[in-house]
C-alpha cells in the first residue's frame, strides 16, 4: 500500500499535458520573418499586442529575416511544439519557398499548422511617372518591340515581385530583365532614379508613392481594384488574364502544438483580426483583413504551393540552395 501511494503521489507530481485550460502561464513570442518596418512587421505586433491582452499574457515580437524567410520558419520548428512560439507567415516563405529551395529541411504543410489567415495582399505594377508608359497596352508594346530592354526590380529571386513579374511575361510573351535587390528600399530608390523601368510592389509600399506622385501605377493583380488607387484597374480590366493574385498573410505554429491550443489561439486571432480597429488599420495599408478556420488556411496554403509551383516551373526557375 506504501509503495502504491508513493507511485500515486509521484503520478500526481508529474506535469500534465498542455491544454488550453492552462495556457498560456508564460509570455508567448511572434516570430516575423522580415525586417522591421514592412506591412508584416507592423501588422504582426498589432496582433501580437491584441493577442498577448485576450490571453493574458505578453506576446513579444522576434524579428528573424534571412534566407527568404526559411530562418524564421525554420526557428519556429526548433521550438517546442507548446503554442509559445508563433510565426507570421506568408504565401513566400510558406508557398513559394517550398517550390524554390531543394534543400530545405522543413515542409511548411507537415511541420507548421496554420492557426487563421491574417490577411491577404495584392501586388501593383508600378512604373516612373515621368516615363512614356501610361498603360498596360504600352508596356507590353514597348516590350515586345524591344525585347530584353525593359527591367523590373524586386527584393530577390524567388519573391514576390519576382514570382509575379516572371507569370506577366509568361501570359504577355513579353522578355523582362530580372534585377534582384536585397531590399525593398532599394528597389524604390532605383525606380525614383530611371535605374529601372518596372517593379510589382506589394500594395502597402506602392500606394504612398503612387499618391505621392512619383511612381504612375499601371495595375493591380488584386480581384478588384483597390480603394486607394480607384483609378488604376485590375490586370484583367486592362487585358491580361491570369494575373489576378492575393498574397496571404497567416498566423501559424509548430505543426505538433496540441488541437485546444490550436482552437484557442484560433479564437483568439479570428476576433483581433475581425477587430474594426485591426481591419480598418489593415485597410489603410491597402490590404485587406481575413480570417479562418486552421482547416481553411491549411487549403489555401496548399492551393498556394501549386499555384507558385506552377509559376517556377513556367518561368525556368532553378532550384535555390
Known amino acids: 500500500m506504501l509503495a502504491a501511494l508513493v507511485v500515486a503521489l509521484a503520478n ?10 492552462s495556457y498560456p502561464a508564460k509570455p508567448l513570442r511572434m516570430i516575423i520573418p522580415f525586417a522591421a518596418g514592412g506591412s508584416p512587421d507592423i501588422i504582426g505586433r498589432m ?11 505578453p506576446v513579444v515580437v522576434e524579428n528573424r529575416a534571412g534566407a527568404g524567410g526559411n530562418i524564421a520558419v525554420q526557428y519556429v520548428i526548433e521550438q517546442p511544439a507548446d503554442g509559445y512560439t508563433l510565426l507570421l507567415g506568408t504565401s513566400g516563405n510558406m508557398a513559394a519557398n517550398k517550390v524554390l529551395y531543394r534543400n530545405l529541411k522543413f515542409d511548411t504543410e507537415v511541420d507548421l499548422v496554420p492557426i487563421s489567415v491574417a490577411y491577404t495582399t495584392c501586388n ?7 516615363g512614356p508608359l501610361k498603360s498596360i497596352a ?6 515586345k518591340k524591344n525585347p530584353g530592354t ?14 509575379i513579374a516572371e507569370l ?16 525593398q528600399s532599394q528597389v524604390i530608390n532605383d525606380l525614383l532614379g530611371g535605374h529601372l523601368s518596372m ?8 500606394i504612398p508613392v503612387v499618391e505621392s506622385g512619383k511612381m504612375r501605377a499601371l495595375a493591380v493583380t488584386c480581384p478588384r481594384r483597390l480603394p486607394q488607387l480607384p483609378d488604376v484597374p485590375t490586370f484583367a ?9 492575393e498574397g496571404l498573410a497567416l498566423v501559424a505554429a509548430h505543426g505538433k502544438t496540441p488541437p485546444d491550443i490550436v482552437k484557442k489561439l484560433n479564437e483568439a486571432v479570428v476576433k483581433i483580426v475581425n477587430s474594426s480597429k485591426v481591419k480598418d488599420k489593415i485597410a489603410a495599408m491597402g490590404l485587406q483583413a481575413r480570417s479562418s478556420t486552421p482547416e481553411e488556411a491549411r487549403t489555401l496554403l496548399g492551393v498556394d504551393v501549386k499555384r507558385w509551383g506552377q509559376v517556377v516551373q513556367a518561368a525556368g526557375i532553378p532550384p535555390l540552395d
Open 237 to 245: 480590366e486592362a487585358g491580361v488574364q491570369g494575373l489576378t493574385l
Open 47 to 57: 496582433i501580437a499586442d491584441d493577442l498577448g491582452s485576450a490571453l493574458g499574457q
Open 150 to 163: 525593359l527591367s523590373f526590380g524586386s527584393p530577390g529571386v524567388g519573391t514576390a515581385g519576382h514570382l
Open 138 to 143: 504600352d508596356l507590353v508594346a514597348v516590350a
Open 199 to 206: 517593379s510589382f510592389e506589394v500594395a502597402a509600399t506602392a
Open 12 to 21: 500526481a507530481l508529474q506535469p500534465g499535458p498542455l491544454n488550453a485550460q
Open 168 to 183: 506577366f511575361k509568361t501570359t504577355t510573351g513579353t522578355q523582362l530583365v530580372h534585377v534582384p535587390y536585397r531590399g
Open 124 to 130: 501593383v505594377l508600378i512604373v516612373s511617372a515621368a
